[in-house]
């Protein structure tokens, strides 16, 4: 008897012990107000994709995973006669203090990485990034969105030239399904 008494009050103390030391999951990193910005795409929609004056509808799927600390996106539509499927992953470096993002689609064999930041009002996000140009070599690329209000964004996509000078490749309206 004696033997289960101080086994149950080695445990009561060990348990004790465990509660009172420091949580080791507070120590992780929590969402914060770069993430909740973020977070203002989450939803379905509808978009335009202009491509040379050519125009292609699609759609568009945003929806916050692990707990709020990244945003993942699904895209779908067609460019000319070919389908394309796209997908991103991005949320915020609270490290490098920017925004973070990666890319992967149907006509690549390489991800595309970006960082940036919002301007001061948080409508203007401009990343920067590189992936691999169609003949294999790295290709610097520059993106804008463009948050118009809570249900218009819009989104352009430029490759950089050797003289660092953009040049347009797409740009895509999106628009809140309803």
Not at 52 to 81: H, L, N, Q, R, V
Request: aromatic letters at 10%; hydrophobic letters at 35%.
């Amino acid at each position: 008897m004696f033997r289960s008494i101080l086994c149950g009050l080695i445990l009561t103390l060990a348990f004790a012990a465990i509660s009172s030391a420091q949580d080791p999951a507070a120590d992780f990193p929590k969402p914060g107000p770069e993430h909740a910005k973020l977070k203002e795409v989450v939803g379905e929609w509808d978009a335009v994709m202009i491509m040379e004056g050519a125009k292609s509808k699609c759609t568009a799927s945003y929806k916050a995973i692990c707990g709020g600390m990244w945003i993942a996106s699904d895209f779908e539509g067609t460019i000319g006669p070919m389908k394309f499927q796209g997908h991103g992953l991005d949320g915020y470096d609270a490290v490098k203090k920017k925004y973070v993002g990666v890319w992967v689609d149907s006509m690549s064999g390489s991800p595309m990485s970006l960082e940036g930041n919002f301007d001061k009002e948080g409508k203007l996000l401009v990343m920067t990034g590189e992936t691999s140009g169609h003949d294999g070599k790295p290709q610097k690329v520059k993106t804008t969105t463009e948050m118009k209000d809570k249900d218009h964004f819009t989104f352009q996509f430029n490759m950089v030239g050797p003289d660092g000078k953009d040049i347009p490749a797409f740009t895509i309206e999106y628009t809140r399904k309803k």
